[in-house]
C-alpha cells in the first residue's frame, strides 16, 4: 500500500500536460503516493459527467485532504460558475498561497525578489453574486466578513512568524470601499495588534502598491489582500519573476488542501507540447512540504534550479525550446 493517497485534477487546457509531468517528476523522485485522477472543468462535462464539478470530485477531495489540480476554463461572460470558486468555498480553502520568487536562471527585471501573496480565496467580489435589477443595470456584490477577515489576517502573520517573515503588507481600497476594504484592514490591525504584535505591518492603497511592487518588488515581504485584488496581483507578480509558467500555488483550508499553479488553462497553446510545466511541479512540491515529505521537494528543488541554470533544456516563455516533455524529462534526469 502507498504511504500516500493524492487526488488529481488533470484540469482543461494545458492542465493534462502539466499535471502529468508534475506527476512524473514526483514519482521519479522517489514519491511513495497513489494517485486518485478525477476530473473538474470542462473535460468533465465532456467526460459525461452533466457537471463541472461532480460530486465524485469533491467526494474524492473530502476522502483524501489533499489534491494537485491543473487549471480549469472558465468561461467569459456566460456560462458555468468558476469551478474554483466552488471548489474554494465548498471546501473551505480559505487562504491562497502564492509564493514569488527569483529563480536562479530566469532572467527578469529585479534580484532578490521574495514575497508570498496570501489571498482571502471565500469571498469578496470574486464571488460572482451578480444581479440584473432592469435590463441595463447590474450589480455585482462584494461581501466581506468579520470572520473570513479574521481568519485571512491571522494566517498570514502566523505564516509570517512560521517562515521567519518580517513584514505584512496589506493592499486595499478602503478610501472607496470604506464599509467591506475598511472591514479587511481594521480585522488585519486588529488580529496583528492583538495576536502578533512582533510581525511588522503596512497598508497600503492598491493602486500606489502596484506601482511600487513594480519600481522595487524587493521591498515587500507577505501582501495579504481579499480575493479580487490578490487575483490580479497575483499575476502581476508572476510578470516580475519569469512568468505564469513559474509561479505556483496552495489553496488551505481547515481540512483539506488544493495545490494549483497560478496560470490558467492557456487554451492559446493547449495539446501543442509548449506549456512550461514548472509552476505545477512546484506546486506539488509545496504540496510535499505541507505533508512533510521535505526531502523529496527539496531533490526536485535541485533538480529543477540544476536545468534552469543550464538553460539548455527549458521551455519557450523561459527563452528555450524545450517542449513540456522534453523539459519534464530533463528535470527527472537531474534527481538524484
Ligand atoms: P492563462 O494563465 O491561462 O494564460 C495567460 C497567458 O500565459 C497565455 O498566453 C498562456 O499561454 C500563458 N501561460 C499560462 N500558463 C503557462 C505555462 N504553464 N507555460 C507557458 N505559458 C503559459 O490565462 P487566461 O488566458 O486569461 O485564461 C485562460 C482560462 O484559464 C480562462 O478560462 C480562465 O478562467 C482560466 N483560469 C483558470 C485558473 C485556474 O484554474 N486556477 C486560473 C486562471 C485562469
Same mark, same amino acid.
Given at each position: 500500500?502507498?504511504?500516500?493517497?493524492?487526488?488529481?485534477?488533470?484540469?482543461?487546457?494545458?492542465?493534462?500536460e502539466v499535471?502529468?509531468?508534475?506527476?512524473?517528476?514526483?514519482?521519479?523522485?522517489?514519491?511513495?503516493?497513489?494517485?486518485?485522477?478525477?476530473?473538474?472543468?470542462?473535460?468533465?462535462?465532456?467526460q459525461?459527467?452533466?457537471?463541472?464539478?461532480?460530486?465524485?470530485?469533491?467526494?474524492?477531495?473530502?476522502?483524501?485532504?489533499?489534491?494537485?489540480?491543473g487549471?480549469?476554463?472558465?468561461?467569459?461572460?456566460?456560462g458555468?460558475?468558476?469551478?474554483?470558486?466552488?471548489?474554494?468555498?465548498?471546501?473551505?480553502?480559505?487562504?491562497?498561497?502564492?509564493?514569488?520568487?527569483?529563480?536562479?536562471?530566469?532572467?527578469?527585471?529585479?534580484?532578490?525578489?521574495?514575497?508570498?501573496?496570501?489571498?482571502e480565496?471565500?469571498?469578496?467580489?470574486?464571488?460572482?453574486?451578480?444581479?440584473?435589477?432592469?435590463?441595463?443595470?447590474?450589480?455585482?456584490?462584494?461581501?466581506?466578513?468579520?470572520?473570513?477577515?479574521?481568519?485571512?489576517?491571522?494566517?498570514?502573520?502566523?505564516?509570517?512568524?512560521?517562515?521567519?517573515?518580517?513584514?505584512?503588507?496589506?493592499f486595499?481600497?478602503?478610501?472607496?470601499?470604506?464599509?467591506?476594504?475598511?472591514?479587511?484592514?481594521?480585522?488585519a490591525?486588529?488580529?496583528?495588534?492583538?495576536?502578533?504584535?512582533?510581525?511588522?505591518?503596512?497598508?497600503?492603497?492598491?493602486?500606489?502598491?502596484?506601482?511600487?511592487?513594480?519600481?522595487?518588488?524587493?521591498?515587500?515581504?507577505?501582501?495579504?489582500?481579499?480575493?479580487?485584488?490578490?487575483?490580479?496581483?497575483?499575476?502581476?507578480?508572476?510578470?516580475?519573476?519569469?512568468?505564469?509558467?513559474?509561479?505556483?500555488?496552495?489553496?488551505?483550508g481547515?481540512?483539506?488542501? *488544493?495545490?494549483?499553479?497560478? %496560470?490558467?488553462?492557456?487554451?492559446? #497553446?493547449?495539446?501543442?507540447? =509548449? +506549456?512550461?510545466?514548472? !509552476?505545477? /511541479?512546484?506546486?506539488? *512540491?509545496?504540496?510535499?512540504? %505541507?505533508?512533510?515529505?521535505?526531502? #523529496?521537494?527539496?531533490?526536485? =528543488? +535541485?533538480?529543477?534550479? !540544476?536545468? /534552469?541554470?543550464?538553460?539548455?533544456?527549458t521551455?519557450?516563455?523561459?527563452?528555450?525550446?524545450?517542449?513540456?516533455?522534453?523539459?519534464?524529462?530533463?528535470?527527472i !534526469?537531474?534527481?538524484?
Amino acid at each position: 500500500m502507498s504511504k500516500h493517497t493524492i487526488v488529481l485534477i488533470p484540469g482543461d487546457g494545458i492542465g493534462p500536460e502539466v499535471s502529468s509531468a508534475a506527476r512524473r517528476v514526483l514519482d521519479a523522485a522517489g514519491f511513495d503516493a497513489q494517485w486518485i485522477e478525477v476530473p473538474a472543468g470542462a473535460t468533465a462535462v465532456e467526460q459525461g459527467h452533466g457537471n463541472v464539478l461532480p460530486d465524485l470530485t469533491i467526494d474524492a477531495i473530502k476522502q483524501h485532504r489533499i489534491a494537485l489540480k491543473g487549471p480549469v476554463t472558465t468561461p467569459v461572460g456566460k456560462g458555468f460558475k468558476s469551478v474554483n470558486v466552488q471548489l474554494r468555498q465548498k471546501l473551505g480553502l480559505y487562504a491562497a498561497v502564492r509564493p514569488v520568487r527569483n529563480m536562479a536562471g530566469v532572467k527578469t527585471w529585479f534580484d532578490g525578489v521574495d514575497m508570498v501573496i496570501v489571498r482571502e480565496n471565500t469571498e469578496g467580489l470574486y464571488s460572482g453574486i451578480e444581479n440584473e435589477i432592469t435590463p441595463g443595470v447590474v450589480t455585482s456584490l462584494k461581501v466581506a466578513t468579520e470572520t473570513a477577515c479574521k481568519r485571512i489576517a491571522r494566517y498570514a502573520f502566523k505564516y509570517a512568524l512560521q517562515r521567519n517573515r518580517r513584514k505584512v503588507t496589506v493592499f486595499h481600497k478602503a478610501n472607496i470601499m470604506k464599509l467591506t476594504d475598511g472591514m479587511f484592514i481594521a480585522c488585519a490591525k486588529l488580529v496583528r495588534e492583538q495576536e502578533f504584535p512582533g510581525v511588522d505591518y503596512e497598508e497600503m492603497i492598491i493602486d500606489a502598491g502596484c506601482m511600487k511592487l513594480v519600481q522595487d518588488p524587493t521591498r515587500f515581504d507577505i501582501l495579504l489582500m481579499e480575493n479580487l485584488y490578490g487575483d490580479l496581483v497575483s499575476d502581476l507578480c508572476a510578470g516580475l519573476v519569469g512568468g505564469l509558467g513559474v509561479t505556483p500555488g496552495a489553496n488551505i483550508g481547515e481540512d483539506y488542501a *488544493v495545490f494549483e499553479a497560478v %496560470h490558467g488553462s492557456a487554451p492559446d #497553446i493547449a495539446g501543442q507540447n =509548449k +506549456a512550461n510545466p514548472l !509552476a505545477m /511541479i512546484i506546486s506539488g *512540491v509545496m504540496m510535499l512540504n %505541507h505533508i512533510g515529505e521535505t526531502a #523529496i521537494g527539496e531533490k526536485i =528543488k +535541485a533538480a529543477y534550479n !540544476a536545468v /534552469i541554470a543550464e538553460a539548455k533544456t527549458t521551455t519557450r516563455d523561459l527563452g528555450g525550446t524545450a517542449g513540456t516533455r522534453e523539459f519534464t524529462d530533463a528535470i527527472i !534526469a537531474k534527481l538524484k
